[in-house]
């Protein structure tokens, strides 16, 4: 078996056995609103369940040039943003808008998808997705120069009827894909049951 020392590696290098191994990994599209009032959308793959009660999740976003992104200067000024799920009817789209723009560009008009109000919060989400989480911060931490962490509490919760049966979610409706390594994703393949011991 091969062993490296994280700290004798370059950043490229640790991102290459982090991004090849730990997959899949799912994909949060996050909306969020500039100070301007553009709408800005990207992608994240950093992403996942922090708790059920209250509900909330976590979205890691990395500095470019040390720099804070969009998205996490936009989330640490208003302190709301949405997050979608990212499915293959929209996973197209949602690519294009990883493409580097101006703050004051929307990435969301770019790719021309349809915004919707948001019931508790003000930034708007994204027609084109089949679920998508209403949040407000609950924490922001820098972690390193490179990093913010986001913490994000679920005030509202948006299910598209076709894939919500007896209060749970119909995966293979939803369709959701995920992300693995260079230019690939994938969908979810065969799936298996396992009982849980006693």
């Known amino acids: 078996m091969l062993s490296f020392d994280p700290k004798e590696n370059t950043e490229r290098e640790n991102y290459k056995l982090l991004i090849g191994?730990?997959?899949p990994r799912?994909?949060?599209?996050v909306t969020s609103v500039a100070e301007d009032g553009t709408v800005n959308g990207a992608p994240f793959s950093y992403f996942n369940i922090v708790s059920s009660n209250p509900p909330m999740i976590s979205i890691s976003v990395q500095r470019k040039n040390g720099i804070r992104k969009d998205t996490a200067r936009n989330i640490f000024e208003k302190k709301e943003f949405v997050v979608h799920i990212v499915d293959n009817e929209n996973v197209d789209k949602i690519n294009s808008t990883a493409?580097?723009?101006a703050p004051?560009?929307?990435e969301v008009e770019k790719v021309n998808f349809?915004?919707?109000p948001s019931k508790c919060i003000s930034v708007p989400g994204i027609k084109e997705s089949k679920v998508r989480f209403e949040c407000t911060l609950e924490k922001l931490i820098e972690l390193g120069e490179g990093t913010d962490l986001i913490i994000g509490k679920i005030e509202h919760f948006h299910v598209d009827?076709?894939?919500y049966e007896n209060g749970r979610i119909n995966h293979e409706i939803l369709g959701a894909v995920s992300r693995l390594a260079g230019t690939n994703y994938a969908e979810i393949g065969e799936v298996f049951s396992l009982e849980r011991p006693e």
Not at 26 to 29: D, M, N, R, V
Request: without cysteine; charged residues 15%; aromatic residues 6%.
């Open 26 to 29: 799912p994909i949060a599209f």
């Open 99 to 101: 493409a580097s723009m």
């Open 21 to 23: 191994s730990i997959i």
């Open 114 to 116: 349809t915004l919707v």
């Open 161 to 163: 009827e076709t894939i």
């Open 104 to 106: 004051d560009e929307s």
